[in-house]
């Protein structure tokens, strides 16, 4: 028979490829894989702290955007994991958020909290307005601001979304180029500010002895000054897999009744990415374990499975992207994102070194703050070990922006975001 129900063959349609919930996710963890292959070949990319789960799933969707135009798409992808990946990732965020932890930090730490977020409204006014400057939805420089700077490739995707929802074409794309800007300029121009300070001020640290920080992680760093728990499994069970079923029961369980939370702020009319109820209920079991002892949670085994469905989360959500989306809006995407490159570096520069005490650590916890400002926490703590290997050691530094960058700023910048949303949606 022929006739319209039965379109002629062609070679494109008898090569689409279909996946399956587990071989998409299969093909992620490859493309994951492949990322990480790159970054060791190309030293740039890890010079730049370009993270490996990008560079995987841009491989795919750069793939698609080749192949575009065809008649039928390169791959069709089940994502059907993609959500639940991101909540854990950001259900692992709210375990972080101690109390307990700030108060340890000291009061440095508050007081270098409280600038960051005065910092994330700041840089998404500065982006509304552009947006605005160039006849675009403000949410547009919202996305191009603390959306994609300040919380970095995972909460952009996470929150594109709701962008596209508010009336943002290409919130995806757009998150992704706002975020890989980021990225390199946070370590392209944090260590020459904290080199400009140290110079400028004839700064040092206070004993002359060079230390050395290689590989040094922000959860390394931050969890020796968490409360400990228990972490002893029961007669006869191994302890590594009894720490990582128990803290990925609790992980599950703050993602159940964190569910019950955000259907209970929409039915309040709030906008909210469905992440926010776990987050909260897991900030919750944090502090009153915290408090009781009772659960024994580990925070590093909980950042482990976190990162692990970051990584996932990531390349799952661009290896579907579609580049050209962002062709038309390119122009005013590069003056918002020039335009908060440059406040950050005068941040940085005079309130920020100002603020923590005009000294060598004050000069290296500037150059931290462009990075996770600008980039991710590995921008921070590979601009001050940069410093430190040249100039001398910096504790205080060491502690400070960890606490901040790691744990705390991508708590209280989702309610930043979800405010804008609220507010210009």
Request: a neutral charge.
């Amino acid at each position: 028979m022929t006739g319209a129900n039965h379109p002629p063959h062609t070679g494109r349609r008898g090569s689409l490829l279909k996946f399956d919930l587990i071989q998409t996710v299969a093909l992620a963890g490859v493309m994951l894989f492949v990322g990480y292959g790159l970054r060791r070949l190309l030293p740039p990319l890890s010079r730049y702290n370009v993270p490996a789960p990008v560079i995987g799933g841009l491989l795919v969707s750069l793939a698609t955007l080749v192949t575009r135009g065809t008649e039928e798409p390169l791959l069709v992808l089940d994502s059907t994991l993609q959500t639940p990946l991101m909540v854990a990732f950001f259900t692992s965020v709210g375990f972080a958020a101690s109390l307990s932890l700030l108060r340890r930090g000291g009061p440095q730490v508050l007081l270098f909290f409280t600038a960051a977020t005065a910092f994330a409204v700041t840089q998404n006014l500065l982006g509304g307005g552009l947006a605005l400057a160039f006849g675009l939805d403000p949410l547009f420089g919202v996305l191009a601001g603390s959306t994609t700077l300040t919380g970095g490739p995972a909460t952009g995707l996470a929150f594109a979304p709701f962008f596209e929802e508010a009336g943002v074409p290409g919130a995806a794309t757009v998150a992704v180029a706002a975020a890989m800007m980021g990225i390199v300029m946070g370590g392209v121009i944090g260590g020459p500010i904290g080199t400009w300070l140290i110079e400028r001020y004839h700064l040092r640290a206070e004993t002359g002895q060079l230390v050395r920080h290689s590989h040094l992680a922000a959860t390394d760093v931050v969890e020796s000054q968490l409360p400990g728990g228990s972490t002893e499994p029961p007669p006869g069970e191994d302890r590594g897999s009894y720490l990582l079923l128990k803290n990925g029961v609790a992980i599950l369980v703050a993602m159940w009744i964190g569910g019950w939370v955000s259907r209970g702020f929409g039915a309040l009319g709030l906008t909210l990415p469905s992440y926010i109820g776990a987050m909260l209920v897991a900030a919750a079991i944090r502090n009153l374990d915290d408090r009781t002892r009772m659960l024994g949670l580990s925070q590093q085994v909980i950042d482990d499975l976190g990162s692990a469905s970051l990584s996932l989360f990531i390349v799952l959500a661009l290896m579907t992207l579609q580049l050209w989306e962002i062709a038309a809006l390119a122009l005013p995407l590069i003056v918002i994102l020039v335009a908060q490159v440059g406040l950050i570096a005068l941040i940085c520069r005079w309130p920020i070194f100002r603020l923590m005490g005009r000294d060598y650590e004050s000069a290296v916890m500037s150059a931290g703050f462009c990075g996770f400002m600008l980039g991710t926490t590995a921008n921070a703590m590979a601009n001050m070990e940069s410093l430190v290997e040249r100039y001398g050691p910096a504790p205080r530094a060491f502690l400070v922006v960890p606490i901040v960058g790691a744990f705390f700023i991508d708590f209280t910048n989702a309610v930043i975001i979800t405010i804008f949303l609220n507010l210009l949606g």
